[in-house]
């Protein structure tokens, strides 16, 4: 990783932000509709830095292709889509201790 992201080379951040010219590259219209200029708003979409916490639970939500809110935002999204919305318990469940061999036959 790098500490800024004009130092990444595969990033879009130096045509983005300091306008170095990429062929190829295009910034979508909605991008350029959100600040005056284009690079003014790469520049403020990275000025501040983020908490290391919140980059990690964003990275473990995205890497585990789970949704990233508060247990509110998961209950109701898991509810409209019929499906888990948070990370799972690793492993595969506990045997339960009641039933035995036995009581299956």
């Known amino acids: 990783m790098v500490e800024h992201p ?59 292709h789970y949704a990233l809110g508060n247990a509110r935002f998961h209950a109701e999204t898991a509810a409209a889509l019929g499906r888990r919305t948070q990370r799972g318990v690793a492993g595969r469940p506990a045997r339960r201790d009641e039933v035995t061999s036995g009581a299956l036959f």
Request: a neutral charge; glycine letters at 6%.
């Open 6 to 64: 004009a130092a990444c080379r595969w990033s879009s951040y130096r045509a983005k932000a300091q306008g170095e010219a990429l062929p190829g590259l295009a910034p979508p219209p909605l991008y350029l509709a959100l600040g005056a200029t284009p690079a003014a708003t790469s520049r403020e979409l990275f000025r501040i830095a983020l908490e290391a916490d919140w980059v990690d639970e964003l990275r473990c939500s995205t890497n585990g």
